[in-house]
């Protein structure tokens, strides 16, 4: 009986470890979104990324834009190598790989401002 019962047990620790996890949607910026009144380093801390989760860029597109770039983009605030771009108001972006991914606004000077936001994703 003893048996049965480490081998139900072995079973549900199985299970517990290969089951998937949930994806977490952020809105990035928090309430006032992606925009220059939010404080988007203050925003970042404690966030953990991972494949599969989801980031919500709420914003005015008279405003701003939003840009994926690379590292050389987003130092420089200058969208020369444009990876992905929308200016819709509402972007979702579905975190699909690791790595270190780059987001800047083009418009105006609002990269220079500070609309600008490193995203790592483990």
Do not use: H, R
Request: charged share 10%.
């Amino acid at each position: 009986m003893a048996g049965c019962a480490t081998n139900l047990m072995y079973l549900f620790l199985i299970l517990g470890l290969a089951a998937p996890t949930l994806a977490t949607e952020y809105m990035v910026g928090g309430s006032v979104g992606w925009s220059l009144d939010a404080n988007l380093q203050l925003w970042l801390n404690g966030k953990t990324f991972k494949v599969g989760d989801v980031l919500v860029f709420n914003y005015d597109p008279k405003l701003c834009n939003l840009v994926q770039v690379d590292i050389t983009g987003y130092s420089t605030c200058l969208p020369t190598n444009i990876l992905y771009i929308d200016d819709s108001g509402k972007t979702t972006i579905t975190l699909s790989k690791a790595g270190v991914f780059y987001y800047i606004s083009s418009l105006s000077n609002t990269c220079l401002d500070g609309l600008k936001i490193t995203i790592t994703v483990l």
